[in-house]
C-alpha cells in the first residue's frame, strides 16, 4: 500500500528525534505508525484507535516493531485513555480526527494535556473534505479556539499537496505558567 502524501507531510511535522516517544490518536490502520518507527530507532511509538478493527489491522501491519516492543495500539476512545497507563509523550499526533473542531473537545484536550511532557508538542492535521477556502478557515478558526480555550499555546498552517488538495496543519503546546 502507497503511503499518502498527507501522512508524509505530517510525520514531516513532527520533527522526530531518534529517542521520541510518540503518540498517535486515532491512529487508524498504522500506515502513519510505520513511517514514524522508521525514524525512531531508539524511541517509542504508540497508537489508539476507538475502532477495533483499525487497531488489529494496525497491529498486524507494524507486527515487528510491536513485537520488539516498540510500538503498542491499544482500543480506546481518546476521552477514555489512561494517561497513568500509558506515561507521557515528547509528540502527539492527530490526522484527519474530527473531535478537535467539530465540538469544544474539552475532555479530549485535558486527556492530550495529561499525556504530553511539558516541552512536547500535539500536532492536528485535516485534509477537509470541503476544499472551499472557507470552509477551511473556519475549520482553522475552530481548532484555533478550542486549543487556546484548553490552554495551549497554537499556530496553523497550510501545506499545498501534489493532488491540488490543502493540508491544513495546527501545532500546540500546553502553555507554560510563569515559575510552572
Ligand atoms: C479518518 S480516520 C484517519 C485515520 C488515520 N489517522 C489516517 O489519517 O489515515 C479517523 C480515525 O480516527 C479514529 N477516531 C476518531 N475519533 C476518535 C477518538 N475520539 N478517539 C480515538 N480514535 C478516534 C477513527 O476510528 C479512525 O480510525
Redo the contacts with the bound molecule.
Sequence with gaps: MSV?E??TVAVGLLDLRPEDRVL??????G??AGLILERLPRGEFVG????EV?VAAASGRNAEAVSAGRATFVH????DADPDALGRFDKIL??????FWTGPAAR?LEVVTRLLRPSGSLVLCYVPPDPDPAQVTKVKGLLLTHLSDAGFIATATTHALADGASMLAVVGAVAQLPGG
Design positions: 499518502p498527507r501522512l498517535e490518536i486515532g491512529c487508524g490502520r500506515v502513519a489508539l484507535d476507538r475502532s483499525a480506546t476512545a481518546l476521552a492527530a490526522v484527519d480526527v474530527n473531535v479530549e
